[in-house]
């Protein structure tokens, strides 16, 4: 028994709009650079649809994510030590760029310096921000928004090809005859990760304190096996730097006691942040289950519950703080996960035991209810749909339970539940008993999970310990002797004084910074001759 | 004039290569990798890259035999002067093709693909044009000198003069007579290792041989100071903002 504390996160899809406020702030925050043009750390997809990269949960395609070999072993699916590094010279299982899309940027100088007078409305036109030439755009991280282009291409959804096919058929990609949902992704920072597991210079590693994930950018050497790895594809090549980067839970601000920048902006408050205990030593059997269907039980065993006196000695012992025991305590993660057991991993058939969690949309099945004729607001019409008309349920099902929809099932029997009971409580003053039987909970518990869902308030959402106390000294001298920001070096997101002028494309003349245009080559913050995303410059 | 291309030229030149990887490996960690390209062209890589790096490999393992062997250990283990001969040179010519076709794929790849090329360093240029060169006057030296021409028993002079830098005392007239072709290549031979610490070259000493043994997940403690603690934001609501301006 190794304890071990993990920040974790849990998306309530049902509140998820799909305004990609979290991928934009995301972006300004990290991957705003030169190299990381088509990087997004945090992204937006429709479900159902193919997703970004394309296809990437084909596994059958991409090799991510861990399976059990003949004999039972866990063995990663694109093969063991010695099989990997015969690949380091070419890695047949890489996704290219186009498997991500082109990156673009206008000339919108055209629509500037136009002279007055013309009789035709001058037009801006997409360029690659990797070459400066005109291309025309065909893909993009998120083209399939709301369902765009699915009547084409979402038939081809890895989660729709796994089902079984009269399942599949029965999805219909026609105008307001299928259903919908947003799913955000992040790194999952998974207990036994498939990234780490296959970087051959042992530059990814998880961190001993909070199990986050991160990629040493002075170790990496850019072999990018990381990235076929995960199965998430969550792990990207930057071009300009050559080293793997990947989303970093904003460590800095975890450190500091802040939500991700993305729980920070989320505007539908979906995001839940917190702590959860883990035992180090049950994750490798926990991973290794025979049956695809027992990795969510076996994960949830994994952790440890926060209010066990046992729990909280071992935690002790092991040098936690209290803080972080407390903290523990009050995650809204570990209530959501394991007290109603409404959260549930994304695709636990990978066998890294995500620890990005997700609770499940209601709100396709009550679009089928109300397709069917039925009342949304009845709890008996809602079980029966959910019951017999299995869908969306069975495609839920490939996401989140490897196909098992039963489990899918009592999770939104539990959320429908909780919507006819808070109906019923508010409307007339009435508990209604026999819902609370139906999904075997007391009123005070869909009470409190009614509570954690609807209206938690910022600090009930984001229970975060600071960095360990017993650094608190070194932290103020810290904070007291430097302003230096440690991201600003070579290749990093800090605002340097270097960063900022080649972001706002500011010039100096005469002692003072203006904005201006760059030459076409210019140096970049590591040094090397690159291309600025100014396509209307001269062409050298 | 022999003493400086044949002793000053080679030894300055080991002295930067040594030196040179000591100052990059302490002054650019960040700069240290294979700089992949894999992501923007994949088709020709996929070629070109095996067949480039198993050929070099090749390549790597005969300029060992040729040059660290003396003639007369091969001699006493009862390899004979016919069978070593056969072994070098068409040894040679088949991982020297297998080098030739792989650069030569991976140098077209950077003129024929726009992304690569946009990627491509002035110090990746100066790499390339040396590559090529060195290996054009290897190939032309197996080749043209012992495949086709009457030979050239490098044994007796050249590496007997290479192992003779180990000792400190090269003997510079056995380089003096050797053809142009083998002279030219052995000069360039140490400019490319003096020139070998500046470039992505530098990933052949990061070969990951330690994956083969080390555990799968790696953990690793957060090392110096955290960064400071911030005061979340209902703090700062609660406190009020007068509180917060001293």
Redesign the interface.
Known sequence: MRIRAQVAMVMNLDKCIGCHTCSVTCKQTWTNREGTEYVWFNNVETKPGIGYPKHYEDQERWKGGWQLDAKGRLVLRSGG??R??SR?????D????DDYYEPATFDKDVLVSAPAGLTDTPVKQPRSA??G?PISLEWGANWEDGLGGAHERAGTDPNITAMASDAAARVKFEFEKTFMFHLPRICEHCL??AC??A????A??????DGIVLVD????????MCVTACPYKKVY?N?????AEKCTFCF??I????PTICSETCVGRLRYLGLVFYDEDAVLAAASVQDERDLLAAQRKVFLDPHDPETVRLATEAGLPEEWVLAAQASPVWRLISDYQIALPLHPEYRTLPMVWYVPPLSPVLDAVGAAGLDDTDADDVFHTIRDLRIPVEYLAELFTAGDADAVAGVLMKLAAMRSYMRARTLDGTVAEELCEAVGMTGQEIESMYRLLAIA???ERYVIP???SK??A??????ASTSDC?LD???GPGMTEAATAERFHLVAEGGQTRPGRRSLFARRG?G????SIDPTGERS | MNTLIWIVVPYACLAVFVVGHVWRWRHD??????????????RI???G??L???GAFGVIIGHAMGLLVPASLTEKIGVSEHVYHATAVWGGTVTGIMLVAGLALLIARRFVN??V???T??MDKVLYVALASMVILGMTATLGTNLLGEGYDYRETIAVWFRGMFWFSPQTDLMAGAPLVYQLHALGGFLFLALWPFTRLV?VW?A?????W?P???????RG??????P???TVRDRGMHDIRH
């Open positions: 030590r010695v990997r590094l380091i010279f070419a890695n047949p890489l996704p290219t760029l990797l070459t030439e036994n990760p780490v597991s970087c051959p210079s042992g990814m590693y998880k961190r001993e304190e950018q002075d170790r990496c050497r850019g072999w990018r090549v071009h300009a730097t050559g080293k800095p601000r450190e500091a006691g802040q308030k910022y600090d600071t960095a360990y650094d608190a070194a932290l103020e001298a810290q904070a440690s070096c070579a290749g590591d090397r001759l690159g291309l | 960690q960040f700069g240290w990798t294979t700089h992949t390209s894999q992501l923007l062209e994949s890589l996929r070629l890259s095996p480039f790096h198993l726009g992304r090329r946009r990627v360093t002035t990933h990061s990951p041989l330690a994956y083969l080390r799968y997940v790696v953990y690793r403690a957060r100071a955290p960064a400071a603690v911030a979340a934001p209902a």
